[in-house]
């Protein structure tokens, strides 16, 4: 974990451009949750760099589910997930982020199911990433959507994270390395 409790290993990609988007992912935390108590993965996006950006954690403890923001260099909580334990296996399951910069809205769901609702403007478009806080974490089926001016609801059936996922091999980052 690096300070001002930001993610420790991450890798970046994107489309910087996108400010209104479906982001999926399949993801399945690496350490048992049956003897670490922090396994743990993040999600980023709306990165505009190392100090700003915005990060959900999924942890194995549930008071550690959480949305954060990080603004020069320190994360705050936005959100959490009410202390509902979400991760109790090592299963992949599916993570949605449903964000409209131009409103603020942020949405995210764990396997379809809401986990988190936020509102929050101040950063938009950017890159998105994955990784971890010190832990391992696996992930696939990554997806980025650009909805860019549609005008239809994010939960239409032509927005449906499962029908725009697909497989693209699974990616692993180990807490040692920090590389994907």
Request: aromatic share 8%.
């Amino acid at each position: 974990m690096q300070g001002g409790g930001r993610p420790g290993e991450y890798a970046l990609r994107g489309d910087s451009a996108a400010d209104r988007y479906n982001l999926t992912l399949k993801a399945k935390l690496g350490d048992d949750v049956t003897i670490s108590p922090n396994a743990n993965a993040v999600v980023l996006f709306d990165y505009q760099d190392a100090n700003n950006y915005y990060f959900l954690q999924l942890d194995n403890g549930a008071a550690n589910v959480r949305l954060y923001k990080v603004k020069g260099g320190s994360a705050a909580t936005l959100a959490d997930s009410n202390g509902i334990d979400w991760l109790s296996d090592n299963a992949f399951h599916t993570i949605a982020i449903e964000r409209d910069g131009r409103n603020g809205s942020i949405t995210i769901r764990f396997d379809n199911i809401t986990m988190i609702r936020a509102s929050d403007s101040e950063f938009q478009g950017g890159l998105f990433g994955i990784g971890s806080m010190n832990g391992k974490a696996s992930f696939d089926d990554v997806r980025l959507v650009n909805i860019g001016n549609r005008t239809d609801d994010f939960g239409q059936t032509a927005l449906n994270p499962e029908m725009d996922t697909r497989g693209a091999g699974e990616l692993e980052l180990d807490r040692c390395s920090g590389q994907a």
